[in-house]
Each structure stands twice: as structure tokens, then as C-alpha cells.
């Protein structure tokens, strides 16, 4: 009887050992998921048309008692860098980005790859990877960033929304994926911060 306590109680402990591992596998300075953000063009009206805005939002937080500056760089599927955001948020804080939120002089690079033209399909839309950069708060805090800490995290997760005519929600949820920071994925850190010496690229207050 008492071993098989014990080896209940072993196994309990090894299952919560493996159960943090996976969470703190959801943390990184460096985040990644996807974007999608559609519209519906020529819809037919009346009973039975089809009409609905696909959207994405996300949340980002902050595991740690320390102050955070963070990017959310936007990208095509083609990997063209598009537009990219910035926010501080405090310790132990969450930064909530809804592309559907944004004000209506930012908005516009959305709709500009999003446009229905005459003839286009039924179904306007566009996607791409977006890609979150923690960096330490630096001083003050809307100055650039010398460099990256590699002892930052950051986790969050990605949200997706259909919004047909009728009001009807749905949605979809997923984790952002955590990037291991190694000689290769460093370079993205490097290539966020040289993009913020141009006023074209820099990323803009949220």
C-alpha cells in the first residue's frame, strides 16, 4: 500500500513538473502568429446574403514583475514588412492589440490591401505573420532600444472573429508560439531595431 502511495505521489509530482514546463514554453522575448483581417465585396442584400468581417485580435502579457516596451510588427505572406506598433506596459500588465480598434488614419493600411475593385472576387482579404519584440523599458520610454535581453518574456494568445450580417460571432483562439532566441532568430531583433531609424518603418505609439 505504501508504495503505491508513493508511486502515486511520484507520478502527481512528475505531472506537474511536465504541466509548468509547458506553460513556461509559451514564454519568449519573441512571439509569432498569424493575421488575418477580410471583407466581403459585392455581397448580394436580402434574406440569405452572405456578408461578414473576419478580424484578429490579440492579447500580450507580461509572466514578470518588470516594465516592458513591446513591438507587434506586421508582416504579408510574402514577408513584406507592413506596419508595426509599439506599447509599455507595467509589470505584470496586458497589452490588448485589435486591428479592429485602430483609429481610422491607421486602419487605412488594411483596407488598402483589402480594397474591393470592380470585378474582384466575392471575398476581399489579407494575412500575414505578426510578430511580437519585448525589449526593457528604456529611459525614457519612448526612446529606441539599444538592444535585446534575452531574460524577457512575454506569452500571449491570438484571436480570430467572424462577424456575419445576422451578428452572429464566432471565434477562434490560439496561443502565440514562443521563438527560441538562438544566432539565427537574434538577427530579428537586430533587424525590429534598425527599422526604427527610418520615420517610413518606425513603429508607431498604440
Known sequence: MRKKI??????????????????????????????????????PTGPGSLWYTLVTDFSIVSPTPVPLLVFAAF???????????????????EWNLRLSSLPP??????????????????LSESRGTVKFFAFPLPNPPETIPRTYNADMLI???????????????????????????????????TNILRLQQSQDTVCLPW
Open 105 to 122: 488614419d491607421q486602419i487605412q493600411w488594411l483596407y488598402s490591401m483589402n480594397s474591393c475593385q470592380p470585378g474582384s472576387a466575392p
Open 155 to 189: 506569452g500571449g494568445f491570438q484571436q480570430k472573429w467572424m462577424i456575419p450580417s445576422a451578428r452572429i460571432f464566432s471565434r477562434s483562439e490560439a496561443a502565440l508560439n514562443a521563438v527560441e532566441i538562438n544566432s539565427i532568430t537574434s538577427w530579428e531583433f
Open 6 to 43: 508513493l508511486f502515486s505521489l511520484f507520478v502527481g509530482l512528475a505531472l506537474l513538473f511536465c504541466s509548468s514546463m509547458v506553460k513556461a514554453s509559451d514564454t519568449s522575448p519573441y512571439l509569432i502568429g498569424t493575421w488575418e483581417f477580410a471583407v466581403a465585396c459585392n455581397a
Open 75 to 93: 508582416f504579408s505572406n510574402d514577408g513584406q514588412y507592413l506596419r508595426c506598433f509599439r506599447n509599455t506596459f507595467n509589470a505584470n500588465g
